[in-house]
């Protein structure tokens, strides 16, 4: 502990103006010690100048060591609480990446082993977007749009031919979600992405891709999030044929995002409308 009769005269006080301002004099510090490590200082003023008795003083550094203590103890509990979470996320996410790849095994026969492990690679890669953002803000939720540039980013770089001019822009306002619904919705995006880069383009060399974001209202008149992912290539087909990215999707909007697909197809490209409700905002993380 350090005792001070009077600060503002106190020449081991480096702001003496201040404390004249502030009608302070005497002082008391006592270091705030866990384990030998000092986490802080516990500061006590008095208006007049005085000298602190030892009672006074060994009082005062049992109630530094108790509020160490407390403060010690309140950061083991928010770091468990930390741990917990991160179990709850990785379990999470093991599960998606279990159920993708059951999803995935299913249409093995149909793909290359290269095929399969590329699109594995970008499945994956769209849910650590997800967590790079959470780890980069500190928060608990996600700007999804945020991760969709990002997933623009790593799908367009993995997926695109050489000597091809597609472009991939992502416009429209932040949805800002909770870690859970924003991997699923990182996912969806990243397979209506991977299908357009894979068939809307076939026998062309140019070609703009365009992820949407947005909000609107549904019939009833609640609030929903709306993703569309659109291009400007050939179309699809009346009779659509079964495809692993878009069976993911299905089950993705349909049962973890409680939400809704539609396609919309011309010769002038196909726009994929992801609908879901403004509440899975409130899921857990």
Known sequence: PVAAQDVRTDPRYRLPELARQEGLAALLSVPLIVRDRVIGVLNCYTSQPQQFTPEQIALFSTIANQAALAIENARLVTNAAV???????IKNNLQTVAMLLRLQARAGPNL??????????NRILSIAA?????SEQGF??????????RVARLTGG??????????????????VLPSRPATSLALVINELL??????AFAGRERGQV??????????????????????NGVGLSTARPANLGLEIVQTLVRDDLRGQLVFRSSLRGTRAVVRIPASVGEMGS
């Open 194 to 199: 991977q299908n357009a880069l894979e068939h």
């Open 112 to 121: 290359t082993a290269h095929d399969l492990l590329q699109a594995g690679v």
């Open 83 to 89: 741990v917990r979470e991160m179990h709850h996320r």
């Open 130 to 134: 997800v967590h790079e953002v959470l």
């Open 158 to 175: 993995n997926m695109l031919p050489p000597n091809t001019d597609i472009t991939i822009t992502v416009e429209g306002e932040a949805l």
């Open 140 to 149: 608990r939720l996600v700007d999804v749009k945020e991760v969709a540039e």
């Open 210 to 231: 365009t992820i949407s974001m947005g909000r609107g209202r549904g019939k009833s008149g609640a609030g929903q999030f709306v993703v569309e992912v659109r291009d």
